[in-house]
């Protein structure tokens, strides 16, 4: 059973940056696509960014738009650890942030149902004004 940590969240300014881990145990990470999502309060889970697994030959990355340039999501197969790099992080960034597994290609379609078979617990990010 594949289990996934989330670590990296924390308290920032805005403009400030974090770098969230997603660590992997269980079963190998190497052919599933690794999905970033957040939650602000009072608001619906979202789909932030994904990465494909090493079966996807193009690598495909995904970012919505309102974190386009902002955000780098990146992965470690080595060390079964997918990241979320955030930079020029704002206010609205806030959220708890969970990432997730799933057994096919990065989409935005799969991101934005949220069709993730395995999460994590999640991390907090609060990004001050």
């Known amino acids: 059973q594949l289990q996934l940590v989330e670590t990296g969240g924390g308290l920032v300014q805005a403009g400030g940056s974090l770098l969230l881990n997603c660590t992997a145990s269980?079963?190998?990470?190497?052919?599933?696509?690794i999905g970033w999502f957040r939650q602000a309060p009072g608001k619906e889970r979202e789909g932030v960014s994904c990465?494909?697994?090493?079966?996807?030959?193009?690598?495909?990355?995904y970012y919505v738009d309102s974190v386009k340039g902002r955000f780098t999501i990146s992965r470690d197969k080595a060390k079964s650890t997918a990241y979320l790099r955030m930079d020029s992080l704002k206010p609205e960034d806030t959220g708890v942030y969970y990432c997730?597994?799933?057994?096919?290609?990065?989409?935005?379609?799969?991101?934005?149902?949220?069709?993730?078979?395995?999460w994590g617990q999640g991390t907090q990010v609060f990004v001050s004004s």
């Open positions: 990465i494909s697994g090493a079966d996807d030959f193009e690598g495909r990355t």
């Open positions: 997730a597994a799933l057994l096919a290609y990065c989409t935005p379609r799969n991101l934005r149902n949220l069709r993730y078979d395995y």
């Open positions: 269980g079963a190998p990470l190497d052919y599933y696509a």
